[in-house]
Nanobody, 114 residues
Framework: QVQLVESGGGLVQAGGSLRLSCAAS????????MGWYRQAPGKQRELVAT???????NYADSVKGRFTISRDNAKNTVYLQMNSLKPVDTAVYYC????????WGQGTLVTVSS
């Protein structure tokens, strides 16, 4: 059974940076697309960024130019580099594997203070 484990969340001041990691168990990581989603208090979960098995990326307009998604297939890990963070980026960030399998991680909290 594939599991996703996120890490790297925490408290940061506005304008700061964080890098989230999502490590996947199993050997099918490289053939699946991966994504980062977030859910702020009282709001629905929303797409942040996705990356295909071939490395094509897609971003929400709200994070374009500030966030970068990448993947290391040798380490079965996907990353989300978040720069110029804003208080509105405060949310629980979830990792998702999709394509051949559908798996969600447990989430990691990112809090951006003003």
């Amino acid at each position: 059974q594939v599991q996703l484990v996120e890490s790297g969340g925490g408290l940061v001041q506005a304008g700061g940076s964080l890098r989230l990691s999502c490590a996947a168990s199993g050997t099918i990581f490289s053939i699946n697309s991966m994504g980062w989603y977030r859910q702020a208090p009282g709001k629905q979960r929303e797409l942040v960024a996705t990356i295909t098995s071939g490395g094509s990326t897609n971003y929400a307009d709200s994070v374009k130019g500030r966030f970068t998604i990448s993947r290391d297939n040798a380490k079965n890990t996907v990353y989300l580099q978040m720069n110029s963070l804003k208080p509105v980026d405060t949310a629980v960030y979830y990792c998702r594997m999709f394509g051949y399998l559908e798996v969600w991680g447990q989430g990691t909290l990112v809090t951006v203070s003003s």
